[in-house]
């Protein structure tokens, strides 16, 4: 079950990331993922990614994006992006290395300015 932090003023978020992004960015919550994909991946990943969508390549990193939707605090998303750091299918020289995957710290960025504002 997922822990709801207080935020700075004090009262339990109501909306989760997903939601609140969406009104924010002027899309759907069925948007979100894709959107939020394209805001987190590392810059030098962007002229590759359409070539690996093809594939399954990038389900670790939607699994994630998903995961931290429905996410009210940013508690749940650390624990999240750190359970998507040692995740296996997160391994290998493509992602560890040229690093053809999304940004945690994006992640992180996007969703504190979400949730915490």
Same mark, same amino acid.
């Given at each position: 079950?997922?822990?709801?932090?207080?935020s700075?003023?004090?009262a339990v978020?109501?909306?989760?990331l997903?939601?609140?992004?969406?009104?924010?960015?002027?899309?759907?919550?069925?948007?979100?993922q894709?959107?939020?994909?394209?805001?987190?991946?590392?810059?030098?990943?962007?002229?590759?990614?359409?070539?690996?969508?093809?594939?399954r390549?990038?389900?670790?990193?939607?699994a994630?994006?998903? *995961?931290? &939707?429905?996410?009210?605090?940013?508690?749940? +998303? %650390?624990?999240? $992006?750190?359970?998507?750091?040692?995740?296996?299918? *997160?391994? &290998?020289?493509?992602r560890?290395?040229?690093? +053809? %995957?999304?940004? $945690?710290?994006?992640?992180?960025?996007?969703?504190r300015?979400?949730?915490e504002?």
């Amino acid at each position: 079950m997922e822990s709801v932090t207080l935020s700075k003023t004090g009262a339990v978020p109501a909306k989760t990331l997903e939601e609140v992004f969406a009104a924010r960015h002027g899309c759907t919550p069925e948007q979100f993922q894709r959107r939020m994909f394209w805001r987190t991946l590392h810059w030098h990943a962007l002229f590759l990614a359409p070539l690996f969508l093809i594939g399954r390549y990038f389900s670790v990193d939607f699994a994630l994006i998903a *995961n931290c &939707g429905h996410a009210r605090s940013m508690e749940f +998303i %650390r624990e999240e $992006t750190e359970a998507y750091r040692n995740d296996p299918r *997160n391994a &290998g020289w493509l992602r560890r290395r040229a690093k +053809i %995957r999304i940004s $945690t710290r994006k992640l992180l960025r996007m969703a504190r300015a979400n949730l915490e504002s």
